[in-house]
């Protein structure tokens, strides 16, 4: 049984959306026990309350695309190690992505270069989400820091 590299590269790519995944969850938790503490303390001004609610907001968002690059990589790999048997599981996976998820008939049919593309670009938006969170925290950070 033959193994596409391609295929196999995309799902090793995608799998380092679970680093970005962890550095974000762990930023998420932070900013709800900040906030809560906040809250709890009467101590929060409102601009840190928002920036907290923005921090989890862009931290549930990452989650969402988190586990959408997760699916895909499994998916990815599982059909990189499909040989010959390709082109029927794929026809496989697009009766079952479409019973299962909903994905629309006219989306299957797709060649797996498309379908990596499409599974980069969430990787790509997970990436930025986690940028903007830490971007998003550094800046609260900074502007906590000259308060003070």
Known sequence: MS???????????????SSLNG????????????????VLMASATLAFSLSMALLVLLGLVQKF?????????DLFEAMANAGEALPEKTRQLDDALATYVGVPEEMSGRTWSERSRGALKLLRRQVVLCAVQWLVALLCLITLTFQS
């Open 23 to 38: 550095l974000s969850s762990a930023l998420t938790v932070l900013a709800l026990a900040l906030g809560f503490y906040g």
């Open 65 to 73: 695309y988190a586990m959408r690059v997760a699916l895909d990589a």
């Open 3 to 17: 193994v596409d590299p391609g295929l196999i590269l995309v799902a090793s790519l995608l799998r380092r959306g």
